[in-house]
């Protein structure tokens, strides 16, 4: 992964926010795109607002669709024949209580963030595994995938699965001393559209319930924190591309997360029996 230059990135995701960013970024490495999103319109939009020079495959896609990311990689390897960078990027918000949350909502959330990124992972790894060079497969997770804030059960629970299931493929893939390397992408809240997601929302998996008080100010903190982050779309893009070219496992890019991650160990180490501890009698 050394030499980016003329390397194939696919990005899903990638008609906004951070995906909109990670097209821009490879581009201007000479990287050639693939780039999917299930929104056509915006994604053709990105894909022409590129440097004249890039070069880039719009392919309308739901990620939460296995057969659409099964169509993405043929369409991908079609064009280029290879990939160098799987960017698993497409991702949804919301925010609701536990109580608040239907079946529809965790059907919607799960089915893009953590199905979209087994369904990326099942359509690409094995044509990944079978080249020649090395390659590597970006997860977008979230520092919410090692946090359990309240009102974000169903967008926490997805990114919980994101992380482990990269870090076990890539212990996987480790062990069996495989060319596909795996990074997982944890940034905090910063700007993007994704507090207003209910947008791509399908018609099928919209609830008719009204959300409690809880849940509406849980609505109005995320919208608060995504709008006041510090870092910029450009930057996370910038810190995942640098992540998955040097071969890193975890991509952090807010510092201040790592106060509350080790709050989160320590309850853990103080819960835990130490070994040789004497079980319950």
């Known amino acids: 992964m050394s030499d980016e230059t003329r390397s194939v990135a696919v990005i899903t995701g990638a008609a906004g926010g951070l995906g909109r960013s990670l097209a821009r970024a490879c581009a201007a490495r000479g990287?050639?795109?693939?780039?999917?999103?299930?929104?056509?319109?915006?994604?053709?939009?990105?894909?022409?607002?590129?440097?004249?020079?890039?070069?880039?495959l719009p392919v309308a896609a739901d990620v939460s669709r296995a057969g659409d990311l099964e169509q993405?990689?043929?369409?991908?390897?079609?064009?280029?024949?290879?990939?160098?960078?799987?960017?698993?990027?497409?991702?949804?918000?919301?925010?609701?209580?536990?109580?608040d949350t239907t079946a529809q909502d965790w059907q919607w959330v799960l089915g893009v963030n953590l199905w979209g990124v087994i369904h990326g992972v099942q359509a690409f790894l094995p044509r990944m595994e079978a080249q020649p060079f090395p390659s590597r497969i970006v997860n977008t997770a979230s520092a919410a995938g090692f946090l359990s804030e309240p009102g974000m059960a169903a967008y926490s629970v997805s990114k919980h699965g994101v992380v482990v299931l990269?870090?076990?493929?890539?212990?996987?893939?480790?062990?069996a001393g495989s060319q596909v390397g795996v990074t997982v992408l944890c940034p905090a809240f910063f700007p993007t559209g994704i507090s207003d997601s209910e947008r791509v929302r399908p018609p099928e998996l919209r609830g008719t319930a009204e959300p409690g008080e809880a849940s509406r100010l849980a609505e109005a903190?995320?919208?608060?924190?995504?709008?006041s982050g510090r870092l910029g779309a450009d930057e996370v893009a910038e810190a995942a591309l640098r992540g998955a070219l040097a071969g890193e496992a975890y991509v952090f890019t807010h510092p201040r997360i790592r106060l509350a991650l080790e709050e989160r160990q320590e309850a853990i180490r103080r819960a835990c029996p130490h070994p040789g501890t004497p079980g319950p009698s």
């Open 221 to 227: 903190r995320l919208r608060r924190a995504v709008e």
């Open 72 to 99: 993405l990689a043929g369409a991908a390897y079609g064009r280029f024949g290879a990939v160098h960078l799987l960017f698993n990027n497409a991702g949804v918000g919301l925010s609701r209580t536990v109580a």
């Open 166 to 175: 990269s870090e076990t493929l890539e212990r996987e893939l480790r062990a």
């Open 31 to 56: 990287m050639r795109l693939v780039l999917s999103d299930l929104e056509a319109g915006p994604l053709a939009e990105v894909a022409s607002g590129l440097p004249a020079s890039a070069e880039a």
